[in-house]
């Protein structure tokens, strides 16, 4: 496995630092990386580096995206900071949880171990990880398993087709998943 990806995949869970923060420190703290990020990606496309963040962005890039601005990082934050703020907490942690454990665990298995290609590079290996991980999470958050299941498939399926969206679609949908079957 390249070493980037496991950076990556370590950045996505770094973000668990958001569930034990204040909101108002978390919201804060997200609008800054945000910004920093942004302003290093649009320099970065005008010929200038941005130190460390720049390092970091290229270290952990795939080749697709290099040449262009990389949204995913910026979609995560822009998805974290909606589930902080529009969400209730159990709804809020189930779609951030299954972003940074789930989404991270999923593409490691699925790099290391997977045979199985079911769509683009994802594979069946990973899929299921990605289902069966999420399911934990959500279960245990909720304590109901059609809550569970249903937030699950959602969440693997939004990571299996959604692209580069992913970091911004599957916290969301969990979220939003979450949230109507506690209304209801």
């Known amino acids: 496995m390249k070493t980037g990806i496991l950076v990556r995949k370590l950045i996505h869970v770094s973000s668990l630092v958001f569930v034990v923060l204040p909101l108002k420190l978390s919201n804060v703290g997200l609008v800054i990386i945000g910004t920093l990020y942004t302003l290093s990606e649009i320099l970065r496309l005008y010929g200038i580096k941005f130190p460390i963040v720049y390092d970091i962005t290229m270290f952990c890039a795939y080749p697709s995206e290099k040449k262009k601005f990389m949204k995913r990082p910026l979609l995560l934050i822009l998805a974290y900071l909606i589930l902080l703020n529009f969400f209730s907490p159990q709804a809020y942690l189930s779609g951030l949880l299954t972003t ?35 399911f934990t999470i959500i279960v245990s958050l909720t304590q109901n ?38 209304i209801v």
């Open 100 to 134: 940074t454990i789930s989404d991270s665990v999923a593409a490691i298995i699925g790099l290391m171990i997977g045979k199985r290609k079911i769509y683009k590079n994802k594979t069946l290996e990973g899929f299921s990880v990605m289902f069966l991980s999420s």
């Open 145 to 182: 398993g059609w809550f569970a299941l249903f937030a699950s498939i959602v969440a693997a399926v939004f990571e299996l087709l959604s692209g580069e969206w992913d970091n911004f679609l599957v916290p969301v949908s969990v979220a939003v998943v979450v949230e109507a079957f506690r």
